[in-house]
Each structure stands twice: as C-alpha cells, then as structure tokens.
C-alpha cells in the first residue's frame, strides 16, 4: 500500500466479488465475512472491498455484525465470533473466508454446535491451489495462480534489472475455480507477463 513498486499479485477484489456473488446466487442474502483485520494488509482489504461490492450490487445491507476479524489469537477469536454471528436472530447462512485455513475453523465450530454444512451454513474461500488443509471441508474455492505469478513476477524482475528506469508494474492476475488447472506451466517454462 502506498509503494511505488513492481506488484504481481490474485486480483483480490475480483476474488471477494466472486466468492460474495456466487453465495448470492445460491440464495443467501445474510453473508458473513471472516478475516478482516484492524489493520489489514491490501490483499485482505481488496477482498472485503469485492466482498461489499457483491453486496451492494444485488442490494443487501451491509452488516458490520457479519464482519469477522483475524488476529494471532485466531483460534479462540473464531469461536467468540461464531458465537456471536449465530446468536444473532437473523444469523448468517453463508460466509466468505479470507482463505481456506479460515473456513476450517468456522467449520471445525459450527460443526461443534451442530449445524448441518452445507445444508444450513455454506462456505467459500480463496486458497492457494495446493491440496487444501481440509478437503473433506465443503466449500466453493477460488484458487489463487501460484505458478503464474512466479513467474511473472520473475519476468519482470528480468526486465527491470535490464532497464531499470521502467516505471512501475501493478499485474493482478485473476484466480481460477479450484478445479480448474489450465494455467498450470511445464516444468521449466516461464509465462510471459500480461
């Protein structure tokens, strides 16, 4: 945030829009939104900022109640927050996770208090295309394009030692449904820049 540098980075905000919009288009209006911090790094914010975009184009409220934070503390903080989001009389029946390792707990406690998922609570999340923490946990992924952005990121780090007075590169590279893997490279072979 505020640095003047080359930058290859998910499109954040496109993730927490697509996540958000795909919840709604299953028929939830009551969304929560799990790992906004105080302080949040760009990438955080950019999905919470999708993430309302989603919402106010199909015409929900905002709701702040909804909004979970991640802090170091972020197994005990998650069961206080789970407590309170499902106490509330107009609950949450979905929630966008920051990453999968969030959703994992959420669903580690709403499984506790015995809701069925993803019946009655459904998730989605952003990962980075390994094999999840938790495959047997339901939810709709987004995955983040490792190996694309290694690699640009290498190409421009090439092209800027060869000409230094380059401005500088923002690439935001869009995630791909976790199934699909049609961007994966070969061994060895580098992706041109966008």
């Known amino acids: 945030e505020g640095v003047e540098t080359d930058c290859v980075a998910s499109d954040n905000e496109a993730a927490g829009y697509r996540l958000t919009r795909a919840l709604i288009e299953k028929g939830h209006r009551r969304i929560g939104f799990v790992g906004l911090q105080t302080q949040p790094f760009s990438s955080v914010r950019e999905r919470w900022q999708g993430y309302r975009r989603a919402l106010d ?3 929900i409220a905002y709701d702040e109640r909804l909004v979970g934070g991640q802090t170091p503390q972020l197994e005990r903080d998650a069961g206080e927050y789970t407590n309170a989001v499902m106490a509330l009389p107009d609950r949450p029946t979905a929630f966008v996770g920051i990453h999968d390792r969030v959703v994992k707990l959420l669903y580690d406690y709403l499984s506790e208090l015995g809701y069925e998922i993803p019946e009655q609570v459904e998730f989605a999340a952003l990962d ?3 094999p999840p923490e938790r495959p047997d946990v339901p939810m709709l ?6 190996h694309l952005i290694g690699a640009t990121s290498a190409s421009m780090l090439l092209e800027r030692i060869e000409n230094p007075g380059l401005p500088p ?3 935001r590279v869009e995630p791909l449904p976790a199934e ?3 961007e994966e490279e070969r061994p060895g072979e580098l992706a041109a820049a966008p």
């Open 169 to 171: 590169r923002q690439v």
């Open 180 to 182: 699909d893997r049609s």
């Open 141 to 146: 992924r987004l995955r983040q394009q490792a």
């Open 128 to 130: 980075d295309g390994h």
């Open 57 to 59: 184009e199909a015409g």
